[in-house]
């Protein structure tokens, strides 16, 4: 039996990736590659809607290849690969373009918060979320390993792969979002009720950042004005972002973790959970700097990458150009 497809993604616009990218949505990427044919990507070209330094561009991208073997991912079992390198999501992306609504379009959650930071939103940040889409359905995709920010990215995705196939012919799997419900919102751990983020840097916990930094990130994460640890986002949003943060790590289940604090106070929350988050950080940094050592061992992991990608995308777009219409070269 043929095993399902999982594509996922993640953008190179930060010099780490932080605890939200990894327990909201890492995990599950090493975690299915076991089960699933996975194809995970570092997608520069989205990075680029927000005009970033073109060294700043190119070191990320490579930092992030090497932050994704570091974490797990294995270049053997995954197709892992940089968007750039696969110049069909481009192209499909104009494809789907065409069938999407500005309406829809200027629906996106996302491009509005992004915009309204910004002095000048450029049209690459407006169609970011079907660039998104042509990622995903040029390799067929079953699942979609995310947090659930990308809730609204997937919905858009499924409804322009169902679109293009009821007027053209079954050509795109529709995907199904892969959301683990318990570390869906890794919460900042200064304002408990944003989601962690880079934008935030002062309540997200970067993995690559010094140990120290993470420690004392950790121990001083906002919590409540009680005193008792319990579970419950709502009213101790913090505390219960801390639990979930060590359940996730550790495999104790949150309640399990909630009776053995029973007369505890918050400092031991943090402390455990410091501890545990330097423990995984630790060898993670030292195994990114090893592997950023041999700079020509990972372009020619991006080259393996891309060559199986390709394959894939190219099939998916020549298919899909036919039923548009469009005469193959
Ligand atoms: P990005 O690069 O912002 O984040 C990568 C992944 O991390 C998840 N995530 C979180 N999960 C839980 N709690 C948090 N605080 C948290 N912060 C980030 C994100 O949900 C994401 O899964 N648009 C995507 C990248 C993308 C993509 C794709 C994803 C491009 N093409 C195709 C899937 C499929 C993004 O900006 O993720």
Request: charged residues 20%; proline residues 5%; glycine residues 6%.
């Amino acid at each position: 039996m043929t095993k399902p497809r999982v594509l996922s993604g993640i953008q190179p616009t930060a010099g780490s990736f932080h605890v939200g990218n990894y327990l909201g949505a890492l995990r599950q990427w090493v975690a299915m590659q076991d089960t699933h044919d996975t194809f995970y990507t570092v997608v520069d070209l989205h990075a680029l809607t927000v005009a970033p330094e073109p060294a700043e561009v190119r070191e990320r991208t490579l930092s992030s290849f090497a932050q994704l073997i570091a974490i797990g991912i294995d270049p053997l079992k995954s197709t892992l690969f940089v968007q750039s390198h696969v110049r069909e999501h481009s192209e499909l992306m104009w494809m789907l373009a065409c069938i999407t609504g500005f309406g829809e379009a200027s629906r996106m959650t996302q491009f509005k918060d992004k915009s309204a930071k910004q002095e000048a939103a450029s049209v690459g940040l407006f169609t970011y979320p079907i660039l998104q889409a042509a990622d995903i359905l040029l390799y067929q995709a079953d699942e979609v390993p995310v947090g659930e920010d990308q809730r609204q990215h997937l919905e858009l995705t499924r409804d322009l792969a169902g679109r293009f196939n009821s007027r053209y012919g079954q050509t795109f799997t529709v995907p199904k979002p892969h959301i683990v419900k318990d570390t869906a919102k890794i919460v900042d751990l200064q304002e408990p009720t944003a989601k962690m983020s880079k934008s935030l840097p002062s309540g997200c916990v970067f993995l690559l950042e010094p140990l120290k930094t993470i420690e004392k990130k950790i121990k001083s994460a906002v919590t409540d004005s009680e005193t008792v640890i319990a579970f419950d986002p709502e009213n101790k949003p913090g505390v219960s972002n801390l639990l979930t943060m060590q359940s996730a790590f550790t495999g104790t289940s949150v309640e399990e973790l909630v009776v053995s604090y029973e007369g505890q106070m918050y400092g031991a929350l943090k402390k455990n959970v410091a501890e545990i988050v330097v423990a995984f950080a630790e060898p993670f940094q030292n195994r990114v700097n090893e592997l950023l050592n041999d700079k020509a061992e990972l372009h020619r992991l991006m080259k393996v990458g891309a060559d199986r990608a390709t394959e894939v995308a190219a099939a998916t777009t020549v298919n899909a150009q036919e039923r548009m219409g469009l005469i193959p070269r």
